[in-house]
Structure formats: structure tokens, C-alpha cells
């Protein structure tokens, strides 16, 4: 509070700049509930007495023993996302999801058989009434692919044991379903294939109850006794879950992703929208940077597909990589108009900062449009720690004609002043995730790329080479977990893309020579 008056003070004198620049919140508080261990232990302990109430409640035979086998479970899951997914072990956002959507899903189970006991609902509808698929999809939409499978032997397994007899049957249609359900969903782009995977689920837990003994009950065995009328619910049942499973958690997919921290494909293609306000002002305002940032997302976008990395992902970090240069994008060589670089009346130092600066700036404009976090980690590492070396190089230069031209007038060596290569680096974060690493090394490529008069394959696989050698001499990827066979496959990404954006037009003729006369008729030449 006091700080606040002070720095008004300072800014009615002139003293201060009223403008101050965006942070992330990095509070201890934020950090401990984040990452702490004491959040996550109070995740496995609620979950633990959660799973108790659930077996302990209702008619259950052996629920002691029952619980003791459930606890062994449970420890093992807790030991496998350990030693198997430890980036959501850690994460005490995306464990308190895991926990509470298998809770979630096993307590809809539960509650199902005690309105079967209490005779509300047909003893017969229950297991067509399960949403076998809730859990696998959460988790496969959300978390990979890996956690929903996960995710659907864990729930199966205590599923079967909410049972009053632990149930093999309602073990293998669950089992089956959740795998039904991460096959559908490997690879989500829009909601429309939830709502398919969810009447995929439908269709396998239908025939699965069937071939089980689960619908009609006599459906194959004896079609004459079977209740059709049973049948039609059943199916009804069946479907209406699985479909109805799927709405509920494509519709609840921006709630869960705004709580958690998790960003899906699904949004990811939402915040491509080209129509954004930032790059929109980009189209105006640097449309040199615009396309740039189009060519770059094109090259990370292939680069990722190639390693198997999110493309979605880096598409979309890529449209924003450069939104810093909004601030002054004349003084950017893609945005420069002919023959006019206002870098000529500056010195290299102050040519560098400017150039530098793009990155703050780019921070600070996507904290203050609400960009998605891993949005903000991209502008922040697209550049890591390197050297801005054109104006380095100037610098030393000049440096050097200085000193020769002390020595002609008898100058001090001190008077000279002297080249800081730190005050020529990004003051970034180098990259730290498969996706950063992509850019960088996707924006780095373009931007050399324009400098080839020609290209040629060769000429182009060697810039390629040259650029990401000298990426990885700097250690700008030393903590990124790109390893040297994805560099290779980067590096032929990279070769094939340029190549085709790069490739030479054949020379149309000139205006006057388009047409041919034919009996008097002028045929138009084709154009493409």
C-alpha cells in the first residue's frame, strides 16, 4: 500500500513511469499448492476414506477384506503414476483430477445399487445404467491416452468390488468399455467425436451384456422366453448412457480444463482463431511478423507431427511467438520498408535492446490479453539465452576501428569502450518443453531462410544444419527433452517444408504476349 503512494509520488514529479509491467504470479503460496506434498497428501487421504465409505455402506459381504484388497489397489496406483506418469504425480492439480473422477464414477456406481436395493429402479437396468466410459474419457481427453486406459483398469477393478459379490462380468464390460472408449479418442479435435466414441461405448457395453447373460437375460440362449420389453429399455439404457456419458463431458470440458490448468486439442483449435485482436493488429500493423509467424507455425506444426510432440500445440504458440513486436515492428527486419532501416542511426547496443525487448513486450501483451499459460512459456524461451549476433558483431567493429583510430591520435586504451557479450543475449528462459523447443528452432530456420537468394534442396538442407548446430553449440536445447533422433527427424521436417514454401514459379509471359491470334480470335492464356 505505502509502495503505491510512494511510486505515485515519484511518477507526479516525473521521477517514475506510471506503466508497470505484467508478472506471472509466482507466490510460495500458489507454488506449495501446486507442487507441495502436503496438498497431495491430502488428495490420497480423501480418496482412501472416500473408497471406505463407498465399500463400507449398503449390504456387502467381507467389506474388511474387501477394503484391505481396494487400499493394495490404490497404493499401486498411487505407486505407478510415480514411477510411470510423473508429471501428473507431481502436479497436484491433474492428481486431485484423476482421484476425484474415479471417485466420481464409482460413486455413481454405488449409488445405482442402492436404488437397486431399495427397489427404485429394475434390479435388470443397472448394469446398461453404468457409465463405463466416464473416467477413460476424462482422462484420455485431458490427460493421454496412457492415463485412460489407467484410469479404466482402475475404476473397473474397484467397480467390481462396490459389488455385493465381486462381479467378473461387470470386471470385463467395463474393462473392454473404457478400452473401447481411449480408442476412440486418441486423437480429439472436435466434440463431435466424443459424442462417436461415446455411442461406440454404447454399442460394446449392448453386446457385451448380450453375449453375458446381462440383457434380456435369455437373449441368446432363448430368444422365446426373453422380455423385449426388458430388451428396449436395456438398449435404450445402453446407448442413452454412452452417448449421454460423452455430452455430459464434452459440455463440461471448459469448466474442468478452467479448474485443473489443463488445455485440450479441442481448445487449442479454438485459440487458433486468426480473428484474435493480437494478431488482427499484427495484420495491420507488422504484416511482415504476421506471415512470418505463419511460415514458423507451418514449419512446428510438421516438425511436431514428425517426433510425435502436439502439433495443436505448437501451431497455435507459433501464431503468438512474436505478438512483442506490436510495440515497434519498423524496427524489425521483416516489417522494414525498402531502403529504410532506422537501425542505421543507432548504435548496435541500442539496436540490440530493442530487438531484445520483443520478448518482455511479447509477455507482457499476452498476460494482459489472458493468453493460455504455455502461450506466455513460448514468447518467454522462443529465444533462450542467445545472441543477438548481427549487432554483436557491429559492436566489436566498432570497437575495433575505435581503438585503431586512438591509437592514430594518441587516445588511451581506456577511453575505448569496451563490448559486453551479456548485454547482446535474450534474457529468456531457454526451452524447456518438446513444443518451445520446436519453435525456437522452427522460428530460427525461417528467418535465415529468407536470406537465400535461390534456394535449392541443398542449399536449403544445409542452412537447416548450419542453424540448429549452432542452436545446440549455444546449449539453447540443453534442458529441453528434444533428443538427437528427433533433431533428425526435426532437420528432415524442416528440409521437406522449406523446400515446398520456397519452391520457384515458372515465368508467365509478359502481358502483350499472353494471347495467340486463331482465325481472327484472341485465345486467353491460362493462368494459374
Not at 473392454?176 to 479435435?189: C, E, H, M, N, P
Not at 440383457?215 to 442413452?240: C, R
Request: glycine share 8%.
Amino acid at each position: 500500500m505505502f509502495k503505491f503512494f510512494h511510486r505515485q509520488q515519484l511518477v507526479k514529479k516525473g521521477l517514475a513511469c506510471g506503466k508497470s509491467r505484467r508478472k506471472v504470479d509466482e507466490s510460495p503460496w500458489r507454488e506449495a499448492l501446486a507442487c507441495g506434498w502436503l496438498p497431495r497428501m491430502l488428495v490420497f487421504v480423501a480418496f482412501a476414506i472416500g473408497l471406505a465409505v463407498l465399500i463400507f455402506t449398503g449390504d456387502q459381504a467381507e467389506p474388511l477384506k474387501k477394503y484391505l484388497i481396494c487400499f493394495l489397489v490404490f497404493a499401486i496406483s498411487v505407486a505407478q503414476l510415480w514411477v510411470n506418469y510423473p508429471q501428473s504425480f507431481y502436479r497436484n492439480s491433474s492428481l486431485a483430477l484423476i482421484y476425484a473422477i474415479l471417485f466420481l464414477q464409482l460413486g455413481v456406481i454405488k449409488g445405482l445399487l442402492m436404488l437397486a436395493n431399495s427397489g427404485k429402479i429394475d434390479v435388470q437396468l443397472v448394469p446398461m445404467l453404468i457409465p463405463y466410459a466416464l473416467a477413460p474419457l476424462v482422462f484420455s481427453v485431458l490427460l493421454g491416452r496412457h492415463l485412460g486406459l489407467f484410469g479404466g483398469i482402475l475404476v473397473s477393478l474397484w467397480g467390481a468390488f462396490l459389488m455385493p459379490v465381486i462381479d467378473t462380468v461387470f470386471l470385463v464390460i467395463s474393462l473392454i468399455s473404457g478400452v473401447v472408449a481411449v480408442l476412440f479418442t486418441l486423437q480429439v479435435r472436435r466434440r463431435s467425436q466424443l459424442i462417436r466414441a461415446g455411442v461406440y461405448v454404447g454399442l460394446a457395453v449392448w453386446l457385451l451384456g448380450a453375449i453375458f447373460g446381462q440383457i434380456g437375460p435369455n437373449i441368446v440362449t432363448s430368444p422365446d422366453l426373453t422380455d423385449w420389453m426388458m430388451v428396449g429399455w436395456q438398449t435404450l439404457a445402453a446407448f442413452g448412457v454412452g452417448i449421454g456419458t460423452a455430452v455430459v463431458v464434452s459440455g463440461t470440458l471448459p469448466i474442468v480444463e478452467h479448474i485443473f490448468g489443463i488445455t485440450t486439442d479441442i481448445s487449442w483449435l479454438e485459440s487458433a482463431d486468426l480473428n484474435h485482436p493480437l494478431l488482427k493488429r499484427m495484420t495491420l500493423e507488422a504484416p511482415g511478423t504476421y506471415h512470418h509467424s505463419l511460415a514458423v507455425a507451418n514449419l512446428a506444426e510438421a516438425g511436431a507431427e514428425a517426433i510425435g510432440a502436439n502439433p495443436t500445440l505448437c501451431r497455435v504458440c507459433a501464431y503468438f511467438h512474436d505478438i512483442g513486436k506490436l510495440v515497434k515492428p519498423e524496427y524489425f527486419t521483416e516489417n522494414m520498408v525498402s531502403g529504410e532501416n532506422p537501425h542505421d542511426d543507432l548504435a548496435p547496443s541500442m539496436s540490440a535492446l530493442i530487438i531484445i525487448s520483443h520478448v518482455k513486450e511479447g509477455v507482457d501483451l499476452a498476460l494482459k490479453h489472458g493468453l493460455n499459460e504455455r502461450i506466455v512459456d513460448v514468447i518467454r524461451e522462443h529465444h533462450g539465452n542467445s545472441l543477438v549476433r548481427y549487432f554483436y558483431k557491429r559492436a566489436l567493429q566498432q570497437a575495433e576501428d575505435a581503438r585503431l583510430g586512438g591509437k592514430i591520435m594518441n587516445l588511451r586504451s581506456d577511453d575505448v569502450p569496451t563490448v559486453s557479450e551479456e548485454s547482446f543475449r535474450y534474457q529468456g528462459t531457454n526451452p524447456q518443453t518438446k513444443e518451445s523447443g520446436i519453435i525456437c528452432l522452427a522460428d530460427a530456420v525461417e528467418s535465415a531462410s529468407r536470406s537465400l537468394e535461390r534456394p535449392t534442396p541443398q542449399r536449403i538442407e544445409d542452412l537447416v544444419d548450419e542453424v540448429i548446430s549452432q542452436k545446440m553449440e549455444d546449449g539453447i536445447l540443453e534442458e529441453c527433452p528434444l533428443t538427437l533422433a528427433d533433431i533428425r527427424h526435426l532437420k528432415a521436417s524442416f528440409d521437406f517444408t522449406l523446400l515446398n514454401m520456397m519452391h520457384s514459379r515458372i515465368a508467365y509471359p509478359k502481358d502483350e504476349e499472353r494471347g495467340s491470334t486463331n482465325g481472327g480470335r484472341t485465345t486467353p492464356a491460362v493462368t494459374a
